[in-house]
T-cell receptor, first 112, second 114 residues
Framework: DGGITQSPKYLFRKEGQNVTLSCEQN?????MYWYRQDPGQGLRLIYY???????QKGDIAEGYSVSREKKESFPLTVTSAQKNPTAFYLC???????????FGQGTRLTVV | AQSVSQHNHHVILSEAASLELGCNYS??????LFWYVQYPGQHLQLLLK??????LVKGIKGFEAEFIKSKFSFNLRKPSVQWSDTAEYFC????????????FGAGTQVVVTP
């Protein structure tokens, strides 16, 4: 099946620990994105990558880090510096930087 | 500041009623515009998109949207909703002054009652 795979679906971590969320796509898309979805706030852009080995900060990058070493993979690390990490995280990809994005099923992260 | 605004946060309507959801953006230059839908428990899906050409675009499930450049708007419409249209709807913009930075509005929760 072609698509975007985020894993795991649910993730629990203790406060102070870094955690990495996985995102893999087999659509041969150049661009990839990470969003955070909170009730009433829509999707807020964390990081985006237009091409391998390149990525840009979005609106709420503080406390997060990413890498884009392979075209199909764009992992997101939620660091201990992120003040409110509990949220629903969505990964997306698009064929080019200005075309429609396709979304994964999301990872719900709970930090206790 | 660049932004995407969706005017209604919650909309409740009866089956067969008409739906119109507002979306305004504040980006300059060329824009690519999108409406996405998130049904309960499902991932975000593209409803329709506008890149250029006819400003009235048709999407899936009977939805359409009209791009009005002078008003910086891209409103979503459906003439007659069904119970299955209950979902959250998001407007999104990708602008030429920041290609790749796909920005979303806060979303509108639509509830259709039988």
């Amino acid at each position: 099946d072609g698509g975007i795979t985020q894993s795991p679906k649910y993730l629990f971590r203790k406060e102070g620990q870094n955690v990495t969320l996985s995102c893999e796509q087999n659509l041969n898309h150049d661009a990839m994105y990470w969003y955070r979805q909170d009730p009433g706030q829509g999707l807020r852009l964390i990081y985006y990558s237009q091409i391998v080995n390149d990525f840009q900060k979005g609106d709420i990058a503080e406390g997060y880090s990413v890498s884009r070493e392979k075209k199909e993979s764009f992992p997101l690390t939620v660091t201990s510096a992120q003040k409110n990490p509990t949220a629903f995280y969505l990964c997306a990809s698009s064929k080019e930087i200005n075309t429609e994005a396709f979304f994964g099923q999301g990872t719900r992260l709970t930090v206790v | 500041a660049q932004s995407v605004s969706q005017h209604n946060h919650h909309v409740i309507l009866s089956e067969a009623a008409s739906l119109e959801l507002g979306c305004n953006y504040s980006y300059g230059g060329t824009v690519n515009l999108f409406w996405y839908v998130q049904y309960p428990g499902q991932h975000l899906q593209l409803l329709l998109k506008y890149f250029s050409g006819d400003p009235l675009v048709k999407g899936i499930k009977g939805f359409e949207a009209e791009f009005i450049k002078s008003k910086f708007s891209f409103n979503l419409r459906k003439p007659s909703v069904q119970w299955s249209d209950t979902a959250e709807y998001f407007c999104a913009v990708n602008a030429s002054d920041s290609w790749g930075k796909l920005q979303f509005g806060a979303g509108t929760q639509v509830v259709v009652t039988p």
